[in-house]
C-alpha cells in the first residue's frame, strides 16, 4: 500500500519542500557517492547520529571513532541508506509537505521540520542510548510532516497504489492513522534489539511531534486558503466537478 497523490489543493508554491528534497538529493549525489562504493558507508559514519557516541558509552560499531556528535541531529536528516530509501522519504514530503507548509509558511514549515527531526531523533535514542549503530535519514522529520497533516486535513481523500495494480482512496486520516500504528507496533517489537534496521521510534516520535507542535505553527489565516482543511469541513470530491461534461475544456 502505497500513497501515490492527495486530493488537496496546492495553494503556493511550496518553496521549503523542494529546497528540503533538494538538498537531500543534493547530498545523496555529492556527499553518498549516490550509494555506491565505499563513500555510502563513510557518509554514513561520518554524517549519521550514533547515540554512543553522543553517551559516552564503551561501544564499538561499524564506524569505530569520528562522527560530528551533536551536530549529527542536523546532518542525518541529510543522509540516507539506500535508493529506496531516499526515494521513499522524498516521495512522502513530496506528496504531505506543500499543504503542511501552505499552512505555515515556508520559514515557519522549515523550522517545524528540523524540531520533528530533532524530536524523531530523541525518541529513537532513549530506546538505546549505548548503540553504535549510526541513525540517518529524513524519515523523522518527515513523521512530523504527516503527523502535522493528520491534524489539518484528515478527511482529504489520498490515492493508494496496491500490489501496483489497483489504486483506490481512503481520508488521510486512514491512512496515516494506518501507518503510524504499523511503526508503533515495529517499535514494540524492535525494543531490546541490537539495533540497526527500521529506526520505528524515531517515527513514532517524529509523527508525535507533528501533530503537537502544529498547534504552535499553523498559521489560520493561512488556512483559510483550504477548503479541505479540519474536521468540520464538508469535503467534496474535487473531481466531481470535472465529471460534470460542461466543466470540461
Not at 533538494?22 to 565505499?38: K, R
Not at 564503551?58 to 535508493?83: D, I
Not at 511531534?209 to 498547534?215: E, K
Amino acid at each position: 500500500m502505497f500513497p501515490i497523490r492527495d486530493d488537496n489543493p496546492q495553494i503556493n508554491q511550496p518553496i521549503a519542500t523542494y529546497t528540503l528534497i533538494g538538498l537531500n538529493v543534493v547530498a545523496w549525489f555529492a556527499l553518498q557517492g549516490a550509494g555506491f562504493g565505499d563513500q555510502l558507508h563513510t557518509s554514513v559514519c561520518q554524517y549519521g547520529l550514533i547515540p554512543a557516541d553522543l553517551f559516552a558509552a564503551n561501544t564499538r560499531g561499524p564506524c569505530g571513532e569520528g562522527g560530528l556528535g551533536w551536530a549529527g541531529l542536523f546532518s542525518s536528516m541529510f543522509m540516507h541508506g539506500s535508493w529506496m530509501h531516499i526515494l521513499g522519504n522524498m516521495w512522502f514530503l513530496w506528496i504531505f509537505g506543500g499543504n503542511v507548509e501552505d499552512s505555515m509558511g515556508p520559514v515557519r514549515f522549515t523550522i517545524f521540520y528540523f524540531l520533528c527531526g530533532i524530536a524523531a531523533a530523541a525518541a529513537q535514542i532513549i530506546t538505546n542510548t549505548a548503540s553504535p549503530i549510526p541513525m540517518v535519514g529524513a524519515s523523522g522529520a518527515i513523521g512530523g510532516v504527516m503527523g502535522a497533516y493528520i491534524v489539518l486535513f484528515p478527511k482529504v481523500k489520498v490515492h493508494l497504489l496496491v500490489m501496483f495494480i489497483i489504486t483506490f482512496r481512503v481520508p488521510a486520516v486512514a491512512m496515516l492513522g494506518y501507518w503510524v500504528a504499523v511503526q508503533l507496533l515495529g517499535g514494540i517489537t524492535s525494543l531490546g534489539a541490537s539495533g540497526g534496521g527500521v529506526a520505528f521510534w524515531a517515527h513514532v516520535g517524529g509523527f508525535a511531534a507533528g501533530a503537537a507542535l502544529v498547534w504552535l505553527f499553523k498559521d489560520e489565516e493561512l488556512l483559510l486558503n483550504h477548503p479541505y482543511h479540519g474536521w468540520n469541513q464538508t469535503y467534496t470530491d474535487p473531481t466531481s466537478v470535472w465529471d460534470d461534461p460542461r466543466n470540461r475544456q
